[in-house]
């Protein structure tokens, strides 16, 4: 919840002028998985090659954006290896 006019407002009424605990929003990174994937920018799609755009990435990021979260960091797409995945956590 952010803190605006009737919330400073409702704290002074309750006598909380000194000090209030806040926290900062959380920085949320979106991070894609699947062999299958391409980036949402590719412009050439060859039928039957069983590749998709990567569109989670987009819509998470609308999600969070319309629930108050500004900080969301994409991180790519990686490969469904055991390899891939723990190189991208290390």
């Not at 900062?24 to 090659?49: F, H, M």
């Not at 819509?59 to 629930?67: G, N, R």
Request: glycine share 10%.
């Amino acid at each position: 919840m952010k803190i605006g006019p009737a919330e400073i407002g409702i704290l002074a009424s309750i006598g909380k002028t000194d000090e209030i605990r806040v926290y900062r929003k959380p920085s949320i990174g979106i991070l894609s998985t699947g062999n299958e994937l391409v980036n949402s920018r590719e412009k050439d799609l060859q039928a039957g090659n069983g590749k998709i755009r990567d569109s989670n990435t987009h819509m998470i990021s609308s999600i969070l954006h319309s629930y108050g979260f500004s900080e969301t960091k994409s991180y790519g797409i990686i490969k469904d290896t055991i390899e891939d995945i723990e190189e991208k956590f290390t």
